[in-house]
């Protein structure tokens, strides 16, 4: 079946670098969508992205939707320390029009001030 | 309107206990989905509803689980018989069909700890 990798698995770097993280797809999205969850909190959505070679950004945040439609880049810039949290890249899990969506196993992100 | 809400945050319970979580999507959104998450691990689909029809589970949900929504609003989400395998958050979304594909709003989740 379908699977989302992402990496890296975990990150921990100093307020103020950029971030990249990616999502590879072993098969072909025409949707990704990125998400970020807090702590014992629910996803909440980032940014997505409905064509390839697309870019889009959402203040400080930049993600990419590959050209290959296999791959997908997120990239935060001047991390803070409320960009603490994991972030993950999600899929339509099927051709159908159900919504129904498939999850990478995240990036964990932790800034040191 | 407050987003997707989902009771009780927390719950404990001794295996071999039925559990019942309730979820309140966005007041006009007709399609609302449960996904279960294990630590470490990004959300699995569960089923979904459209209005008050349960139109897929995943074979995830055993016959131990079941899900209603009976007038097409609120859902709620039964597991009966808990085992210690049923410890995750579970998360209740919402959307409306024809608006921003796959652009739906999770709640906070329900942490299920089966002791």
Same mark, same amino acid.
């Given at each position: 079946?379908?699977?989302?990798?992402?990496?890296?698995?975990?990150?921990?770097?100093?307020?103020?670098? /950029?971030?990249?993280?990616?999502?590879?797809?072993?098969?072909?999205?025409?949707?990704?969508?990125?998400?970020?969850?807090?702590?014992?909190?629910?996803?909440?959505?980032?940014?997505?992205?409905?064509?390839?070679?697309?870019?889009?950004?959402?203040?400080?945040?930049?993600?990419?939707?590959?050209?290959?439609?296999?791959?997908?880049?997120?990239?935060?810039?001047?991390?803070?320390?409320?960009?603490?949290?994991?972030?993950?890249?999600?899929?339509?899990? /099927?051709?159908?029009?159900?919504?129904?969506?498939?999850?990478?196993?995240?990036?964990?992100?932790?800034?040191?001030? | 309107?407050? #987003?997707?809400?989902?009771?009780?945050?927390?719950?404990?319970?001794?295996? #071999?206990?039925?559990?019942?979580?309730?979820?309140?999507?966005?007041?006009?959104?007709?399609?609302?989905?449960?996904?279960?998450?294990?630590?470490?691990?990004?959300?699995?689909?569960?089923?979904?509803?459209?209005?008050?029809?349960?139109?897929?589970?995943?074979?995830?949900?055993?016959?131990?689980?079941?899900?209603?929504?009976?007038?097409?609003?609120?859902?709620?989400?039964?597991?009966?018989?808990?085992?210690?395998?049923?410890?995750?958050?579970?998360?209740?979304?919402?959307?409306?069909? #024809? #608006?921003?594909?796959?652009?739906?709003?999770?709640?906070?989740?329900?942490?299920?700890?089966?002791?």
């Amino acid at each position: 079946g379908q699977q989302l990798n992402q990496s890296p698995q975990s990150m921990f770097i100093q307020e103020g670098e /950029d971030v990249s993280m990616n999502c590879t797809s072993s098969s072909i999205f025409n949707t990704w969508l990125w998400y970020k969850q807090d702590p014992g909190e629910g996803p909440v959505l980032l940014i997505a992205l409905y064509k390839a070679g697309e870019l889009t950004s959402n203040g400080r945040l930049t993600a990419q939707f590959g050209i290959t439609r296999k791959d997908s880049f997120l990239n935060i810039s001047a991390s803070i320390p409320s960009d603490v949290g994991i972030y993950f890249c999600a899929g339509p899990a /099927d051709s159908s029009n159900t919504g129904k969506l498939i999850f990478g196993q995240g990036t964990t992100l932790q800034v040191k001030p | 309107d407050t #987003g997707v809400s989902q009771d009780p945050r927390h719950k404990i319970t001794k295996r #071999g206990q039925n559990v019942t979580f309730r979820c309140d999507p966005i007041s006009e959104h007709n399609r609302l989905y449960w996904y279960r998450q294990t630590l470490g691990q990004g959300p699995e689909f569960l089923t979904y509803f459209q209005n008050e029809a349960q139109l897929e589970k995943s074979r995830l949900l055993s016959d131990r689980f079941s899900a209603e929504r009976p007038k097409g609003s609120f859902s709620t989400l039964e597991i009966q018989r808990t085992e210690q395998g049923d410890s995750a958050m579970y998360l209740c979304a919402s959307s409306l069909v #024809g #608006g921003i594909s796959y652009g739906y709003t999770f709640g906070s989740g329900t942490r299920l700890t089966v002791v």
